[in-house]
């Protein structure tokens, strides 16, 4: 199908050619390689001057489906699908930055991303530095002669604080900086960074993009050009996405849209019930009038968002207890499912940061981060409710 002007007419229509068979949903293509009718063939098909799949860890139909629906939705021209969101964080940095390179990031990170920035980079001489994303006047400053890229995530896990796409694009532009964007959280329902200028996007499809908590995915996109080095190397190094997988997320687009809606429609008010709570110390939601960016969030997003961030009075022992209390939630660290989640970043995603570490990325010690779901947010309120009461 031609791309469609609308979002979700995308979601659903761009699919892989019909096989013989004629089948209206697409199979899955559970193979490792692909067959050549003679080698003159396989030669050209190798030499990439005729077209056709190779070999599964190169390119497969099921994750062209899911990679040519995502770079619709994202304004991109070409993508990888990879085997997680740390392969397509690391396949993008990693695409780009060498030995002596710097790279400037927000404080306010995934903590996986964190590790593997600086514990992981650095042992290559890939120097960085963190910023507040919020002290937008400091950044110019801490760009070096060394820097080639920016990373960052908006809004970000778990404090869903906010990066400004449009003045970071032209900062970056000013200097000659890659760009590189996280955009789990929003989802492309909700903004589209390469929009503004990034050059890369990643996506952790675990989370959203998934919606039924299911897979370990991800995805790079970009221009044909910025995204030529990453699919190389993905095709050399191996994280790429299994056939079943891509199915699955391709059919999990389907619905991306209309499941983002109820996410943040359920997520804007669990935030509003959680602000007049008085047992509540504060409430983080990029769509309350109260978050310190709300401006930049009504003009950046298109809707708040799934996550919402609290803290209840009595710090982390009451957290504890409220967690332990709950009787619909689940308690796991993943987010984006039609199932409400819960987590506890201190103890669990960010735990292997220092305290020091947590702090100067926005994590408090009794912060909580629910990723609301598709239930009844009656349901959801209510076991929050005897919870908060119980504690
Ligand atoms: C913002 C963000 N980016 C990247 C990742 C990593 O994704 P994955 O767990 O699919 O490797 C996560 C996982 O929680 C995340 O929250």
Not at 225 to 231: A, G, L
Not at 238 to 261: F, H, I, N, Q
Request: proline letters at 4%.
């Amino acid at each position: 199908m031609n791309k469609s002007e609308k979002f979700e007419t995308n979601c659903i229509r761009i699919q892989a050619g019909r096989s013989q068979h004629k089948e209206h949903s697409v199979p899955v293509y559970q193979t490792s390689s692909f067959v050549f009718s003679n080698a003159e063939e396989a030669r050209d098909v190798f030499a990439e001057i005729a077209e056709g799949h190779i070999y599964t860890r190169y390119s497969n139909p099921n994750s062209d489906e899911f990679i040519q629906k995502l770079c619709a939705l994202e304004g991109a021209e070409d993508g990888i699908a990879t085997s997680s969101g740390m392969a397509a964080v690391f396949l993008s940095m990693i695409a780009i930055l060498q030995p002596g390179d710097h790279l400037l990031a927000p404080k306010q990170l995934f903590g996986t991303t964190y590790l593997l920035i600086t514990n992981v980079l650095s042992r290559w001489g890939i120097s960085h530095t963190f910023v507040d994303c919020r002290d937008t006047a400091s950044w110019e400053k801490h760009i070096l002669p060394t820097t080639k890229m920016i990373y960052a995530e908006t809004p970000s896990n778990p404090g869903l604080e906010l990066i400004d796409l449009k003045w970071m694009c032209r900062l970056a532009e000013k200097h000659g900086l890659y760009v590189v964007i996280d955009n789990c959280f929003a989802t492309p329902y909700i903004q589209n960074p390469l929009k503004y200028g990034a050059d890369l996007v990643i996506h952790s499809a675990t989370k959203f993009i998934d919606g039924q908590g299911r897979t370990i995915s991800g995805a790079v996109l970009g221009s044909r050009e910025s995204i030529k080095d990453v699919k190389l190397l993905a095709r050399i190094i191996g994280p790429t996405m299994s056939p079943y997988t891509a199915w699955l997320l391709s059919k999990s687009l389907e619905t991306l849209a209309v499941r983002m809606e109820r996410h943040c429609s359920n997520a804007l008010a669990l935030a509003q019930y959680l602000e007049k709570n008085k047992e509540v110390e504060w409430v983080r939601y990029p769509f309350l009038p109260s978050h310190p960016q709300y401006k930049l969030a009504k003009k950046q997003m298109k809707l708040g968002g799934g996550l919402v961030s609290f803290e209840l009075k009595g710090g982390i022992k009451r957290s504890m207890k409220f967690i332990n209390a709950l009787k619909l939630l689940s308690l796991t660290p993943n987010l984006g499912d039609s199932r409400t989640t819960i987590t506890h970043p201190t103890t669990t995603t960010h735990s292997k940061l220092t305290s020091e570490e947590r702090k100067e990325s926005g994590v408090t010690d009794g912060m909580i981060r629910i990723a609301v779901g598709l239930e009844h947010i009656d349901d959801i309120i209510a076991d929050i409710e005897q919870a908060i009461k119980k504690t």
